[in-house]
Structure formats: C-alpha cells, structure tokens
C-alpha cells in the first residue's frame, strides 16, 4: 500500500489530534513570519543611517509592504487550489525569507558602498538601486505574510473539529504578538553583538530552516480531513475576472452593516501599525531610552497582545456582546496612543511599561472578537468572501497608516503627534460601536 493510500484510509475527520498538530505547525510558521515582519521598526534606528535615510521614512517601507500583503491576500485562493495547503504555507515562508535576504543584501551593499566612497562619487545612482532592493525585499514579505491567515484559516478549519474550532483559531492568533514579542526581546540584544544585516540574514534563514522541516512533518489537512470540510473552488475552466477580484470590497462597501466594520479595520489597523513601525524609534530616538530597553517595552506590549487575543474572545462570548467588546478595543487603544504620544523623558519606566502593554492588549488585540462579529453579518456560505473584502480595508488602513505617520514626523518633527492622529479616529469609532445599534441592514 502506498503512502498515499494508507493516508486516505486512515481519514475518519478531524480529531483533536490532528488540530493540536495543525494548530502547533501554523503558529511557527506565523510566529516566525510575524518576526520578519516586525524586523523594520527594530532596525530602523540603526539601519537607516546605512541608506543616508531618517529612520521616521520607514513609513514608506511599511506601505510597499502592505501592497505585497493586498495582493498576495486576493490571491491566496488560487494558490491554495493550484499548490494545497503545504505547499502554499511553504511558499509564504519562501517568500518572507526573500525579502529579509533581499533587505540584508542591500544592508551590506549600502555599507560597501559609504566604506569605499561610491555614494558620494554616484549618490543618485546608488541610492536608487540600493532603495528599489529594500522595497522589492519589503514587497516580497509583504507577499508571504499576506497569505498566512488564509493558508492558516484553511489548513485549521479543516483540521479541527468545529466544537474547538474558535478556541484554537484564538490560540493560533496569539503568534502574531507572540513573535512580535520574541523579536522585541531578541534582535535589539543581537544588535550588540552582530552588525543589523547578519541579524536580518539569520531570521531568514531561520525561516528557511523551519520551511524545509515542513516537508517532513505530520500536517493532515488536504488529503486526511478533505471529506469532512471541503473546499469551495471555482468551476473548472472559469477565468477569474476584474470584477470577482474586487466583488468582495465591493459588497462591503454597498453593506452598511459591513461597511461600518470596515472603518473599523481600517483605523484600528492605521492605530496598530502606526505602534508596531514606530514605538521604538520613538522611545529610543525621542524619549531617549536605549535601543535595548526600547525592544523591551515593546516585547511588554506584545505580552498583552497575547493575553488579549486569548482572552477578548472568552469575554466577548459570556459577559459582552462582540460589538461592544471591539468598540471598548478601540476607545482603550486610542486612549493609550494618546497616552504615549505624552511620554517624555522624566516619565517613569514602569509607567511607559504599563500603558505599553495596555497599548498592546487593545489596539494589537481587536481581530480575534472583530472577525466573529463580521461572522455574525454574513451569510454562512459567505464568511470567507466577506472576510477577505474586510481584509482590503484593513490593508488599506495596515498601508497608509505608517506612511501618513512618516509624512507627519516629516513635516512637524516629532513622532509624538503621529501617535496622538491616529489614536482618535479608532477613539471615534470605538465610540460610535458601543453606542446602541441603529440597526443597520445586512
């Protein structure tokens, strides 16, 4: 018997087993990606003097990033039908270590070039080059990390069974501020004893070491637990066309019910990103803190981001409707992005400390309850659609956000007053969220 055939018979359904490996699997993968993803706003306080670059202009690199994430997310469908599930988790880490290589790549050539005098004999020429590398390593990250929630989404729902299925979907979010929290703690330390590009180089390749081990481990989804959760794909012979792709945003839109929760992802995101790119640059650079202390503070708020993205989802079921449990995320996020555009120098750490972690257990830890409420808005032959069109704004809000904030720091030249922008529109909306329904059609 081939190992093919005695894995489809010995398919009975998802187990709690198969969830639990699943489950284990996806969160390293997500964890390890999340840290690729986080890489830019821990560097960028030493990284950007090698570009002749303010390190406030990593709002640009942000926003490359998160066109890579838009398109690789509308496209996460095809990919999963063409490659499955495994392959398609393996092309996301792929593509996550090619942009960190690629960032490292133009990292080491930046310094050869201001070690040998080339920039100030060629400055437009190099400088050029050297900025299209970091974007196309920004855009390549963005391409894998877009596709892990869906290839996550995938692979656990049809791994688990559906008594445990929002519970693990719970503990599988917790990667993100997990590995947010493991690169705020570990690559600021790295950065005292190696140069910012090797640090780049090794989660790459960290990456690509736990990428190639997936071959080897014991992921039954695709061919173990099909039966019991089939996929929905296209008609064969059916070419998608330019209005399927933009169909989902578009029901959002034309949906009020919907519509409102996508200004809801679209400023929680700008509030989230906007702490993620530049709460280190801005405690380290402005509040004159060090570089490793800064990376602690914000591990501090990764350590609420996990508490939360656990928690919010059991409260939200028992004591408080999904609804009002987003709109209390936003109110608390924005009062403390307010609060940290406040910090100054005499503030004590264990204040800064607190508010960072309250920063991240709310304005880092509304997508668990806010993709339940989506669910509640949707047709159940739907969720999934409806999901992804929600996702574009959030994008939309993940992008313009930090680039905005950039602009901002330009222009005024604190960080302090990006922080306090962007914490009042999600203050607003959460407001408006846990004001009583007017009963918005669906």
């Given at each position: 018997?081939?190992i093919?055939?005695?894995?489809?018979?010995?398919a009975?359904?998802?187990?709690?087993?198969?969830?639990v490996?699943?489950?284990?699997?996806?969160?390293?993968?997500?964890a390890?990606?999340?840290?690729?993803?986080?890489?830019?706003?821990?560097?960028?306080?030493?990284?950007?003097?090698?570009?002749?670059?303010?390190?406030?202009?990593?709002?640009?690199?942000?926003?490359?990033?998160?066109?890579?994430?838009?398109?690789?997310?509308?496209?996460?469908?095809?990919?999963?039908?063409?490659?499955?599930?495994?392959?398609?988790?393996?092309?996301?880490?792929?593509?996550?270590?090619?942009?960190?290589?690629?960032?490292?790549?133009?990292?080491?050539a930046?310094?050869?070039?201001s070690?040998?005098?080339?920039?100030?004999?060629?400055?437009?020429?190099?400088?050029?080059?050297?900025?299209?590398?970091?974007?196309?390593?920004?855009?390549s990250?963005?391409?894998?990390?877009?596709?892990?929630n869906?290839?996550g989404?995938?692979?656990?729902?049809?791994?688990t069974?559906?008594?445990?299925?929002?519970?693990?979907?719970?503990?599988?979010?917790?990667?993100?501020p997990?590995?947010?929290?493991?690169?705020?703690?570990?690559?600021?330390s790295?950065?005292?004893?190696?140069?910012?590009?090797?640090?780049?180089?090794?989660v790459?390749?960290m990456?690509?070491?736990?990428?190639?081990?997936?071959?080897?481990?014991?992921?039954?989804?695709?061919?173990?637990?099909?039966?019991?959760?089939?996929?929905?794909?296209?008609?064969?012979?059916?070419?998608?066309?330019?209005a399927?792709?933009?169909?989902?945003?578009?029901?959002?839109?034309?949906?009020?019910?919907?519509?409102?929760?996508?200004?809801?992802?679209?400023?929680?995101?700008?509030?989230?990103?906007?702490?993620?790119?530049?709460?280190?640059?801005?405690?380290?650079?402005?509040?004159?803190?060090?570089?490793?202390?800064a990376?602690?503070?914000?591990?501090?708020?990764?350590?609420?981001?996990?508490?939360?993205r656990?928690?919010?989802?059991?409260?939200?079921?028992?004591?408080?409707?999904?609804?009002?449990q987003?709109?209390?995320?936003g109110?608390?996020?924005?009062?403390?992005?307010?609060?940290?555009?406040?910090?100054?120098?005499?503030w004590?750490?264990?204040?800064v400390?607190?508010?960072?972690?309250?920063y991240?257990?709310?304005?880092?830890?509304?997508?668990?309850?806010?993709?339940?409420?989506?669910?509640?808005?949707?047709?159940?032959?739907?969720?999934?659609?409806?999901?992804?069109?929600?996702?574009?704004?959030?994008?939309?809000?993940?992008?313009?956000?930090p680039?905005?904030?950039?602009?901002?720091?330009?222009?005024?030249?604190?960080?302090?007053?990006?922080?306090?922008?962007?914490?009042?529109?999600?203050?607003?909306?959460g407001?408006?969220?846990?004001?009583?329904?007017?009963?918005?059609?669906?």
């Amino acid at each position: 018997m081939s190992i093919s055939s005695r894995h489809t018979a010995r398919a009975v359904g998802p187990t709690t087993a198969t969830a639990v490996r699943a489950t284990a699997i996806t969160m390293g993968l997500h964890a390890l990606c999340t840290v690729a993803m986080v890489v830019p706003g821990l560097l960028a306080p030493v990284a950007a003097a090698d570009f002749g670059a303010d390190p406030s202009r990593l709002g640009v690199v942000v926003a490359i990033f998160y066109c890579g994430i838009f398109l690789s997310s509308m496209a996460s469908g095809m990919v999963l039908e063409r490659m499955g599930d495994l392959r398609a988790a393996q092309l996301s880490g792929w593509f996550c270590m090619l942009g960190l290589a690629l960032t490292a790549l133009a990292g080491w050539a930046a310094a050869w070039a201001s070690g040998q005098g080339a920039m100030a004999s060629r400055p437009a020429l190099l400088a050029g080059g050297l900025i299209a590398l970091l974007f196309l390593g920004s855009f390549s990250q963005g391409l894998g990390y877009g596709m892990l929630n869906p290839v996550g989404s995938q692979i656990l729902f049809r791994a688990t069974p559906p008594q445990i299925r929002s519970f693990v979907f719970s503990i599988k979010q917790s990667a993100v501020p997990g590995g947010q929290m493991l690169a705020g703690l570990i690559i600021p330390s790295l950065l005292l004893f190696f140069a910012w590009q090797s640090v780049v180089l090794s989660v790459a390749i960290m990456i690509l070491a736990y990428t190639i081990g997936m071959a080897w481990m014991r992921l039954e989804t695709t061919a173990a637990v099909s039966a019991s959760a089939p996929a929905s794909v296209p008609p064969k012979g059916r070419r998608g066309t330019l209005a399927d792709f933009f169909a989902p945003a578009k029901i959002v839109w034309t949906t009020p019910a919907l519509r409102e929760l996508g200004w809801v992802g679209m400023t929680y995101s700008a509030n989230q990103l906007c702490m993620l790119s530049f709460l280190v640059s801005f405690l380290h650079l402005e509040i004159g803190v060090s570089l490793v202390l800064a990376g602690s503070l914000f591990a501090a708020a990764q350590v609420g981001g996990v508490l939360g993205r656990v928690t919010w989802g059991y409260v939200a079921d028992r004591w408080v409707s999904p609804r009002t449990q987003v709109g209390a995320l936003g109110v608390i996020g924005g009062l403390c992005g307010l609060l940290s555009a406040m910090f100054t120098p005499d503030w004590p750490v264990v204040i800064v400390a607190v508010v960072s972690l309250v920063y991240g257990a709310t304005a880092a830890s509304w997508n668990g309850v806010f993709f339940a409420e989506v669910a509640r808005h949707c047709p159940s032959d739907e969720v999934g659609r409806l999901t992804g069109g929600l996702q574009i704004y959030m994008s939309v809000g993940g992008g313009l956000g930090p680039l905005l904030f950039s602009l901002l720091v330009g222009i005024i030249g604190t960080y302090a007053v990006g922080f306090a922008v962007f914490a009042l529109p999600a203050l607003y909306v959460g407001l408006r969220l846990m004001l009583p329904s007017r009963g918005a059609a669906t």
